[in-house]
């Protein structure tokens, strides 16, 4: 595991709720070679895997997921907070570590049989990617991996989603 990477990560206790110890990493994507080595890292391993599009989840996921679809010559997906997609949507609802949301896709957005990578910036409980693969597979695409810069090991996200390949960069 890369520990240059791992030690660039910030801490912030108590964000956004009591309790809650945030992986910021806004301190990784401000390095230049930082954010590149990541890339690089993580889109090494999809090279010659045939991944379409790369799925991005709100907000953070975004950043990762566009990085890794220019790597591999793949299409971008957005997964968005309720009400920020114009078009018709799916709609899951999911935990959170600190709280309850809901995650939107357009309905048009992936062909079935598609390979599709899911890609976001931490692994937490689970719960945020278990919903984004029930979008996927709603659609009929076919889940290549889920792909996270970071995973927080303690709170055991891969049991949730243990019927799906998963790969993290960095383990907390
Ligand atoms: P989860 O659904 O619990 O796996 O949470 C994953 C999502 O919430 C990701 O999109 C993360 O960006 C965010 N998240 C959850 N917990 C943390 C944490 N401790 N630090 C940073 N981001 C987190």
């Not at 945030?22 to 070679?33: G, Q, S």
């Not at 357009?106 to 409980?125: E, N, R, S, W």
């Not at 927080?152 to 390949?165: F, T, V, Y």
């Amino acid at each position: 595991m890369p520990e240059s990477l791992k030690k660039i990560i910030r801490d912030v206790p108590d964000f956004p709720k009591k309790g809650i110890l945030f992986k910021d990493i806004t301190t990784l994507l401000k390095d230049p070679i930082a954010f590149q080595t990541t890339v690089d890292l993580m889109s090494h391993r999809y090279i010659g895997k045939h991944v379409d599009v790369v799925v991005g989840i709100e907000a953070r996921g975004f950043i990762v997921g566009a990085a890794l679809a220019y790597k591999l010559g793949a299409g971008v997906i957005l997964v968005r907070k309720p009400g920020k997609l114009p078009h018709k949507t799916h709609k899951a609802s999911y935990k959170l570590e600190y709280g309850e949301d809901s995650l939107e896709i357009h309905q048009d957005a992936i062909i079935p049989g598609q390979k599709v990578l899911i890609a976001d910036d931490v692994l937490a409980t689970g719960g945020t990617v278990s919903a984004v693969i029930h979008l996927i597979e709603k659609m009929g695409g076919e889940i290549v991996e889920c792909a996270f810069l970071s995973e927080i090991e303690a709170l055991n996200g891969r049991n949730k989603i243990k019927n799906h390949p998963v790969f993290s960069l960095i383990k907390f």
